[in-house]
């Protein structure tokens, strides 16, 4: 699933179901896509170890947090 998500740089369902192989309809892709959701919510600290872990080791990392949607207090 975190492969699909990064994959399809996208977080709609349509998008990710698109990723996965076999001969399932979309409309059956989309919905095993929201049953994981639901039942396995992904842990923020989760997804950042994968992603680290796909980066290349060659060089340094320079992350820049993107916090328009945060709100103060």
């Not at 170890?49 to 207090?73: H, K, S």
């Amino acid at each position: 699933m975190v492969l699909a998500l990064l994959q399809a740089k996208d977080v709609r369902h349509a998008a990710l179901a698109a990723r996965f192989s076999g001969r399932a309809q979309t409309n059956s892709v989309i919905r095993r896509v929201d049953r994981f959701f639901d039942r396995h919510p992904l842990c923020p600290a989760d997804v950042a170890r994968v992603v680290l872990a796909l980066l290349p080791q060659t060089r340094p990392r320079e992350f820049i947090i993107d916090r328009t949607n945060w709100r103060y207090g």
